[in-house]
């Protein structure tokens, strides 16, 4: 069997399906966006070369491309600072052996398989006029009937209560995984210089993690800067485009006013747009990997 799994050949045979696949539906697709973002193109008629009109257009003429750009940064900054530390809160305390821990592992994970159609239905209704959220404030003495999704002050606000809520559980479930896989062995040693508890965490706990956690926070990242599903169910970008995100501009150019030039471009700036900050998370968590592998 080690000769067999040896033998590059047959490593080939095994690896080069999986890789046609990705090739062909992923890296061609991501070349053809970034060549149709050259033309000035409908998706239908002729194509005309304009070279980088599309991204100057983007930068310099697009009034709502800056507003989206900021809503996702938004989003991703409060999906690193609420969303990952709550999970990681949450895996920790699972993992500590409570009980009914496989129970409340499952139920935290339950709003990660539930389509995001539904949650968005779900969210929509609570902030409602006449929803959840109202009736909350009510009990405290703030009755109003605001609908928060239809004020432009508080409708992209709405919409990361969700976005940061559903995926909660996902980076729990792998935070979890990661702290179940450190040795024991690590927290005895530790028990005998006296460090347990909160100290026992941030010593052994969070160092031997910093893999794992750099990998959470390339997923809410890049997770964030490409959102699209639950802000278009709830808003479709509105009102008045101040819950637009780079994705439902995309969505606009592409489907609703056939530019499909300059929805390439757009499409192919959140590519490069993840690609830039999946670099630079890879270069901050370097250094604490390095140290985890000194522990």
Not at 38 to 65: A, V
Not at 69 to 95: D, K, T, Y
Not at 163 to 168: G, H, K, P
Request: charged letters at 10%; glycine letters at 8%; one cysteine or more.
């Amino acid at each position: 069997m080690n000769r067999v799994l040896g033998n590059k050949a047959v490593i080939a045979v095994f690896v080069l399906p999986a890789l046609a696949l990705f090739v062909l539906l992923e890296v061609v697709p991501l070349f053809a966006t970034g060549y149709y973002s050259l033309f000035d193109y409908n998706g239908i008629g002729s194509r005309t070369w304009i070279g980088l009109q599309n991204y100057i257009n983007l930068f310099l003429k697009d009034q709502y491309f800056f507003r989206a750009l900021g809503n996702s940064f938004i989003l991703a900054g409060a999906s690193v600072l609420i969303q990952l530390p709550l999970s990681l809160i949450l895996a920790m305390v699972l993992a500590s052996g409570v009980r009914g821990e496989q129970a409340f592992r499952n139920i935290y994970f339950l709003p990660v398989i539930i389509s995001s159609m539904v949650i968005g239905q779900l969210w929509m209704r609570i902030f409602n006029s006449d929803g959840m959220f109202n009736a909350l404030l009510g009990v405290f003495g703030n009755n109003n009937h605001t609908a928060w999704l239809a004020q432009a002050s508080t409708a992209f606000l709405c919409t990361i209560v969700p976005a940061v809520w559903q995926y909660i559980g996902h980076h729990m479930l792998i935070l979890y995984a990661g702290i179940k896989s450190i040795p024991n062995d690590y927290y005895e040693a530790a028990k005998i210089d006296g460090a347990t508890g909160p100290r026992a965490a941030i010593h052994i706990t969070l160092p031997l993690l910093m893999p794992v956690i750099k990998m959470c926070v390339v997923f809410a990242l890049v997770g964030s800067l490409r959102s699209f599903d639950l802000v278009y169910i709830m808003t479709k970008g509105g009102p008045s485009h101040a819950s637009e995100l780079p994705a439902t501009l995309m969505y606009s150019s592409l489907f609703e006013r056939g530019q499909y030039g300059y929805g390439s471009a757009e499409a192919f700036f959140i590519v490069l747009e993840c690609l830039i900050f999946t670099f630079i998370v890879n270069r901050v968590f370097r250094k604490y990997e390095e140290n985890a592998s000194m522990v």
